[in-house]
């Protein structure tokens, strides 16, 4: 019984994907900060949803990343774009990694993994350059947590740290979204 609720749910919830991916392949790049307000929150909620409350056994793992904060400083909304871009490419990167120690639900991080996809394409159509300083930057803050997750061996709390910064990775697209309007 259980295994057939979980599968509706499953199944309600990739219904939901497609409908939001529907909506984000159909919206212009004039409504892009709104469309990327709403994917923002979805994943945090996605994230949230996954590995519920952080385990107090994986408090000596948390880690200090760094992120990049000068990438919110900048001016222009296209610089805002190429930074949520690599911010959600490089996420996806991750959460297509080395998952098996981790107790999260298979099928949310799926549907956050797709939703990285498809809100990263949806930027690329928008986007009319790319690279420059700001990019370099966060590929290098990306790169620590793709260390950290090595050195820690893909470990449960390695992952759970993870995911914890990839929460806040969507604060800071938050303050991007906000740039992306102006």
């Not at 997750?149 to 449960?156: F, G, I, R």
């Amino acid at each position: 019984m259980a295994t057939k609720t979980q599968g509706r749910l499953c199944l309600w919830q990739l219904c939901q994907l497609l409908l939001f991916s529907a909506g984000v392949m159909s919206l212009d790049c004039n409504l892009l900060h709104h469309q990327q307000s709403k994917f923002n929150r979805y994943s945090l909620q996605l994230l949230q949803k996954t590995g519920r409350s952080f385990p107090l056994e994986c408090l000596g793992d948390l880690t200090a990343f760094q992120f990049p904060e000068k990438v919110l400083k900048h001016k222009f909304p296209q610089h805002a774009q190429m930074a949520a871009h690599e911010i959600l490419q490089q996420l996806f990167g991750i959460f297509s990694r080395n998952l098996l120690q981790t107790r999260w639900e298979k099928g949310d991080v799926e549907l956050f993994r797709n939703g990285l996809h498809l809100q990263t394409k949806h930027l690329e159509k928008c986007l009319s350059t790319k690279g420059g300083r700001p990019i370099l930057r966060l590929k290098r803050y990306f790169q620590r947590i793709k260390d950290f997750l090595e050195k820690k061996k893909y470990s449960t709390c390695a992952w759970e740290t993870v995911r914890l910064e990839a929460q806040r990775c969507f604060l800071y697209m938050d303050k991007l979204t906000v740039m992306m309007k102006n």
